[in-house]
DNA sequence: GTGAAAGCGCTAACAA
DNA sequence: TTGTTAGCGCTTTCAC
């Protein structure tokens, strides 16, 4: 029951322009020699009918659809939406939508997103199925990889693969309270409705782990908090093991909510921030600047990610193979962090 | 040089089953009588060649896309998430994609989304110029506004109006205030590069004047903080109107990180948090239980409005008029506005 | 109950 | 230099 009003054809343009679509077509697409005084012809009923290419059709036809989307897991994490503003800034001049969705882990999303048809998808997810990746690569539309996890070889080379930083941003968390002479470093590990446990296949997880043996810290339980279903079960679990004497000098968070919510804790136990406790936070998030005390936090270069996003997409519709890139991020050091002179 | 490896078509299917092309349309749509056998041999055919009806094509037939589309002013605010979020819940059993795309005011972008074709637009924007939604309701699609703002008549009737509770909300605010008797009340208004000044059209601004007569307070110049390009500088203005001896006992921001940013300057002032001001913000967001004090701050019901969305488009597309829905929010109150007893 | 064929808006051989 | 035409994958009359 969806009735579109009829937006003007190439035959609209065609008529008014006294040519044949074929003439139209060569004058829009700019690939055919046609008289110059057909060609303005063209160009004045393409403004007087407002005339713009539909571009369903031109989809249908294997063309581009000028239409990318980004999958991430959690759609209203700000990480995300900066990184896509960053994309739809550079991607203005060359014509393209970008748009931001949440992922679904199930067959009937992904077969809707292939019927779709996009120029380019950009995956950041740590839960999203590599199986569902891979049939989304064979489709044959170009896809992105931001490396929050790693995958196996089946995707290696069938899509570019883009280290954000995530993996050296948390080995600089503990590098950081290692400097402070911490001895205790505990990771909060996220929260999920379905206990998802991270494994030495998601980089937060990992580079927290590798850095600790590096640095020469044993690890125990004690080190990774998980397995909770809300950040208030976080919450309330943290302070009970705080006062049941948990060791903790040192906080490293998943990401900022994570790491304010492990802060609150803290204060609420009586220890001091970050005179007893120092904690740092992940994507430096505009909470990291408002919590008290104002919280140190990784911050990955957004538009850095954003721009090899779209040179991975250009370089792909070019023909070459799909291209890996490492950047790094930096710790943006605040109070959480800083002991008082 | 994009290609797309060969998707299984309905020709395939066809083939496979031994039937034509047209009863596997049939079966797929299940809109007309086949013989069972045959409809049983098509069934197989597209599992075993795990066939989707490509969406394109559908869509070039004037058929849905399966896809909604959400502009927004700001893609990372984390408000307009949440709504997505809720959308793609409700949406996930009728099969449709929700995608949140940011707005950009010219020609070119309007083209591009009425030429990509969607089952329907949300726009909950301040500043997308209402010609651009004309443009877009033109095309037939439905459109869903959340309202922000004021349009004019030539919108009324052909789009669906939610009123989330926005302007009710910061009258909500006001009243919040007022009650704890303050005198001084300030509102905290956007921040823009482009220097954008709210008008009446905006309805929290309207709320906030509406409200604050209503109130019998007088307003001056100093009840409104505009005019600043980044919360910076809005900032360091605060520090030094608060020095000058600008009176403020309450403040009302138009969002949380602007009613963070004051109270930040407030703090640095040397106020007193409720004490000497009581602050409220706006969308309760993370930062609000995060920040200290913890902030009170309007919370409009997310899922309501989400509801209210997909049920208008339901609604538009049996043939109804558009709806018009008046939501409402309510504050959550934290520290901020909480005299200590 | 089923199939042939037209056509949605567009591009790209191929002909003229 | 320009027009004719055959499709892209699908739906839907309209015959059979």
């Not at 403004?47 to 294997?62: D, S, T, V």
């Not at 931001?100 to 997103?113: A, C, E, P, T």
């Not at 140190?296 to 721009?307: H, R, T, Y």
Request: one cysteine or more.
């Amino acid at each position: 029951m969806i009735k579109r009003e009829k937006a003007p054809t190439r035959k609209d343009v065609a008529d008014l322009a006294g040519v044949s679509e074929t003439v139209v077509s060569y004058v829009i697409n700019n690939n055919r020699y046609v008289a110059k005084e057909k060609r303005e012809r063209v160009l004045a009923a393409v403004e007087q009918l407002n005339y713009r290419p539909n571009n369903i059709a031109l989809a249908l036809k294997g063309k581009r659809t000028n239409h990318i989307l980004f999958i991430c897991d959690n759609i209203s994490n700000e990480y995300f939406g900066k990184i896509v503003e960053e994309m739809a800034r550079i991607a203005a001049e060359s014509g393209h939508l970008i748009s931001l969705m949440g992922s679904r882990n199930d067959d009937s999303f992904v077969s809707l997103v292939c019927s779709r048809v996009f120029d380019g998808i950009v995956i950041s997810s740590t839960s999203f199925e590599e199986k569902y990746v891979l049939r989304l690569i064979d489709t044959g539309t170009p896809v992105v990889l931001l490396m929050n996890r790693e995958y196996t070889k089946h995707v290696a080379g069938r899509a570019a693969q883009i280290y954000t930083g995530i993996h050296s941003g948390i080995k600089d968390c503990v590098q950081l309270l290692h400097d402070m002479g911490r001895q205790h470093i505990v990771y909060i590990d996220r929260v999920s409705k379905k206990r998802h446990f991270s494994t030495m296949a998601d980089w937060r997880y990992n580079g927290f782990v590798t850095k600790m043996q590096e640095c020469g810290y044993r690890i125990t339980k004690d080190n990774v908090i998980v397995g909770y279903e809300t950040e208030e079960e976080l919450y309330t679990a943290l302070c009970q093991r705080i006062r049941e004497g948990l060791q903790v000098d040192g906080i490293v968070g998943r990401n900022d909510a994570l790491a304010c919510v492990a802060m609150q804790a803290l204060k609420d136990c009586g220890l001091r921030i970050p005179e007893d406790v120092a904690v740092v936070g992940f994507d430096n998030s505009r909470m990291s600047s408002y919590c008290t005390p104002r919280l140190s936090s990784v911050e990955l270069n957004k538009p850095a990610i954003a721009q090899a996003i779209m040179d991975a997409f250009e370089e792909m519709n070019q023909g070459s193979a799909p291209p890996v890139v490492r950047l790094k991020g930096h710790i943006v050091e605040r109070e959480s962090t800083r002991m008082p002179e």
